[in-house]
């Protein structure tokens, strides 16, 4: 089967503004003498490739460890677009994916230089989809972007944010975007993977 990581490196990953960067520290190095390398890490929990928890934005809001896996695992739909998302893009893409699979339209992942409005934000909510995937650090505008948040988080709508989708074509995946399983936080990394069902199908002789 086809196997897409669309995950940034950690350490060299993009960092929303104001946030601290990721670093590393070696602990022990076997080059020196330890018995075995350790590496210590320091970061912001909204990283690189990660997901948002409603606590994100809401005081009494689910935690990523309250959250079920499912909402991060399961078929997705893949589309690309640019600049700012309408309501009428949004009310697209979803009639769109349910049109081609009824499961994968909960997960949508939007791939390009775009950022979610606060009307396409609504659109999504409204149709109780499970989790929403961007390019950018930030789902909604850069410069403003809590509305966009308040307005999904508070449909527990989860936020996968920083994915990178240049290898990937539109269409029906299989999406694992676990969280790391941080206790009580806002937010958390996440190795996000992509299998291409298709693939999958023939190697399986279509079973």
Do not use: W
């Not at 460890?65 to 893949?78: A, M, N, P, Q």
């Not at 929403?132 to 505008?141: D, K, R």
Request: negative net charge.
């Amino acid at each position: 089967m086809k196997i897409y990581d669309i995950s940034q490196e950690v350490f060299t990953c993009e960092v929303f503004p104001g946030d601290i960067p990721p670093s590393r520290r070696i602990i022990n190095r076997i080059d020196d003498g330890d018995i075995c390398n350790l590496t210590g890490i320091t970061m912001c929990a909204h990283n690189g490739t990660h997901v948002d928890a409603p606590y994100h934005f809401y005081r009494d809001g689910k935690t990523i460890d309250d959250i079920k896996l499912d909402k991060f695992v399961g078929k997705c739909y893949v589309v690309f677009r640019e600049g700012a998302l309408s309501k009428n893009s949004a009310e697209d893409i979803i009639a769109e994916a349910r049109s081609v699979d009824v499961e994968a339209a909960k997960r949508i992942l939007i791939g390009g230089d775009m950022f979610v409005t606060l009307d396409a934000a609504k659109v999504f909510a409204m149709n109780n989809i499970c989790l929403l995937g961007n390019e950018s650090q930030t789902v909604g505008p850069i410069d403003a972007p809590a509305a966009v948040h308040y307005e999904l988080l508070k449909s527990e709508v989860v936020l996968l944010e920083g994915i990178r989708l240049k290898n990937v074509t539109e269409g029906v995946y299989f999406l694992n975007a676990a969280p790391i399983n941080l206790g009580q936080a806002d937010g958390a990394p996440c190795r996000a993977l992509l299998i291409d069902i298709d693939s999958n199908l023939a190697v399986n002789g279509g079973n």
